[in-house]
């Protein structure tokens, strides 16, 4: 018995395609993650390494985000049907192709009762956290909440940083400012360890005020929105000591499409998943500096 190819495809996995619709003031926001996957006669790149019909992954890749901008995404469906169809129009031996997109959705963030024009959050996956302590005097309570993640597709900068001779980021005037936020809150000990509380209140309070003012400052970097979310909060709540997170800063790449003649003025996005800016920031009371 000899040896044969058996069932094979290949692709390009996990396109993380953001595409942001901004013709107006109101943004909005489509977020997918792409796999493409071609079939048919690829054997002689199997058993002979020859190449000459195999259209590149990276190619795929390419014509993921180049559609998000030339199609548009109306609809999962919608993109994915005539991204696959262009993959089938450029691969002569392809006789099929899957096009697997998965969305994640986003809300806008509610400001004063209306949605934000530009600051979105994602819908599920956010957890309530906390860690009582007790002892015979009293008790600790730190709250909190992780995976809250929020993006802003403007009003948010990065420029004017130190350089040395290893730096190549460019400023940014305009750009996706995108976080998982973990914030944790410590509560000034009360009378009766707290039990007086309307703790769910709070968690309400606190998650609105850190989504509103997310949404509604003007961001010269992370550091200066998280230190802008927990004053509000302290502003707003005595009865926290104070406030602190851990943000990753989720990057948003802009994709280079002039290579295939299109523009991007702000429009698609590559989501990288890592590496990720870390900002930690802690904001208490004290004497004001
Ligand atoms: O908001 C930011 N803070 C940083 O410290 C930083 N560093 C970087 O490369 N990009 C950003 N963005």
């Not at 989720?250 to 280079?256: I, N």
Request: hydrophobic letters at 40%; a negative charge.
């Amino acid at each position: 018995m000899g040896i044969v190819l058996g069932p094979n495809r290949y692709g390009k996995a996990e396109n993380r395609v953001v595409r942001i619709v901004r013709d107006t003031e109101r943004h909005e926001i489509r977020d997918l993650n792409v796999s493409t996957s071609l079939r048919g006669d690829f054997a002689a790149a199997h058993t002979d390494g020859d190449q000459s019909q195999v259209l590149p992954t990276d190619t795929q890749k390419n014509t993921a985000f180049a559609w998000a901008k030339k199609h548009g995404i109306s609809s999962p469906e919608d993109y994915a049907l005539a991204l696959g169809g262009r993959l089938l129009a450029a691969t002569p031996v392809a006789d099929g192709v899957t096009v697997k997109v998965e969305e994640c959705a986003w809300d806008r963030i509610e400001v004063d009762g209306a949605g934000h024009d530009h600051a979105f959050v994602r819908r599920g996956g956010e957890v309530r956290t906390t860690t009582v302590d007790l002892t015979r005097d009293g008790a600790q309570v730190v709250s909190g909440l992780q995976d809250l993640v929020v993006l802003k597709s403007t009003g948010s900068e990065f420029k004017g940083f130190l350089r040395d001779e290893y730096t190549t980021l460019p400023d940014a005037d305009d750009r996706i400012l995108a976080t998982a936020m973990r914030a944790e809150w410590r509560y000034v000990p009360g009378a009766d360890a707290g039990s007086g509380r309307d703790w769910n209140a709070t968690y309400d309070a606190v998650r609105a005020l850190l989504l509103a003012t997310f949404a509604t400052t003007y961001s010269r970097a992370l550091q200066e929105t998280l230190y802008a979310m927990g004053r509000a909060v302290l502003e707003a709540h005595d009865e926290i000591a104070e406030i602190s997170f851990a943000a990753p800063n989720k990057h948003h790449f802009l994709v280079d499409l002039a290579p295939f003649g299109l523009d991007n003025p702000g429009e698609v996005f590559i989501a990288a998943d890592r590496p990720y800016g870390l900002i930690e920031a802690t904001v208490t009371r004290g004497e004001e500096r």
